[in-house]
């Protein structure tokens, strides 16, 4: 389903290449300040345009449709809603009869009968994380206090940012794509968060994670290293204000613990590439060769730290 939480509920709708695309937020507090301005900075951060992502230029202006009056928020349902402008729709047509290698395009045609939206993606698209920001801007006023910082670390296995402009040209000049690496740390996090067994802070962190298109893996603290660690080495010593270490990642038992909640995600090289990929033509109903034309990101990852800070505002802004 397109919603998630459960006080604080979040619900998207919309297309790539539909008229338009938006979120309602249900369960907002009321008395909040917001305007258009507060959306801004972390619309931005996901916009494409800098070197080794998409082409696509689109305004992404958020218009309040309900919930907000003279400035704050009503405690109704808070609606936004964003235009699709820039849209080239003709780029898809070749994937009805050859489904993009690494896309969800034959998957999503055979589950809904070949009756969704292919275009761009349709609701499968990364363009439906932009109403996920928007609501990540608002889940963080709900949670004044807290500090949401996400980075990329790493692009194509290479954790030397000097070196990724260079790599970026070189796979986008052989038609290919990188994959990256996102690390997350939320500070002045509470004590007790989560509720175990199956709604432990970490099970709803990484179920919203793992929405965001493109999401191989997550990791929190030590993450996949602990498997190889001795329990001296991973355990966190307590002090008079919590944790001294952090190799659990912020958590215990699925509550977190006081310290920063820290985890790391892994996303896949885009799928969509220019270099010619053997793959089955249904209609010809032999394999054959698809060059994929269109506007795409050599690294999506690229654009993916704000959206890492929206879905983990989202799951504490439903926790608190």
């Given at each position: ?46 916009a494409g345009g800098e070197t080794g992502t998409t082409a696509r230029r689109e305004d992404d202006n958020p218009e ?100 990724w402009p260079e790599m970026l040209e070189a796979a986008a000049a052989d038609g290919d794509s990188l994959g990256g ?14 509720e175990p067994f199956w709604d432990s802070v970490e099970s709803l962190i990484s179920h919203a994670v793992f929405a ?109």
């Amino acid at each position: 389903m397109n919603s998630f939480g459960r006080i604080f509920r979040v619900a998207i709708f919309g297309e790539s290449h539909g008229d338009c695309l938006g979120v309602v937020m249900d369960g907002v507090p009321e008395g909040i300040a917001l305007c258009r301005e507060d959306f801004l900075e972390d619309i931005s951060r996901r916009a494409g345009g800098e070197t080794g992502t998409t082409a696509r230029r689109e305004d992404d202006n958020p218009e309040i449709i309900s919930g907000l009056y003279e400035g704050h928020t009503t405690g109704a349902p808070l609606t936004i809603l964003f235009h699709n402008n820039d849209t080239r729709s003709e780029d898809y047509l070749q994937f009805d009869k050859m489904p993009r290698p690494g896309h969800a395009d034959y998957a999503a045609s055979v589950k809904w009968d070949w009756q969704n939206d292919p275009r761009g993606g349709g609701q499968l698209s990364g363009r439906m994380t932009l109403p996920v920001v928007a609501a990540g801007v608002v889940a963080k006023k709900v949670l004044e206090g807290m500090e949401f910082s996400a980075r990329l670390i790493e692009v194509g296995g290479c954790g030397n940012r000097l070196k990724w402009p260079e790599m970026l040209e070189a796979a986008a000049a052989d038609g290919d794509s990188l994959g990256g690496i996102v690390e997350c740390v939320v500070d002045n996090v509470p004590i007790g968060l989560g509720e175990p067994f199956w709604d432990s802070v970490e099970s709803l962190i990484s179920h919203a994670v793992f929405a965001i298109p493109g999401v191989r893996g997550i990791e929190f603290g030590d993450g996949f290293k602990a498997a190889g660690m001795k329990g001296s080495e991973h355990n966190d010593p307590f002090g008079p204000d919590g944790p001294v270490k952090n190799g659990a990642g912020g958590a215990n038992g699925g509550i977190t613990n006081g310290a920063p909640l820290h985890f790391r995600v892994a996303f896949k090289p885009t799928s969509s590439i220019s270099r010619p990929q053997t793959t089955w033509n249904f209609e010809k109903e032999k394999e054959d060769s698809l060059k994929i034309e269109g506007r795409h990101d050599v690294c999506f990852a690229l654009r993916t730290p704000v959206i890492v800070e929206a879905v983990s505002a989202i799951v504490l802004a439903d926790l608190v």
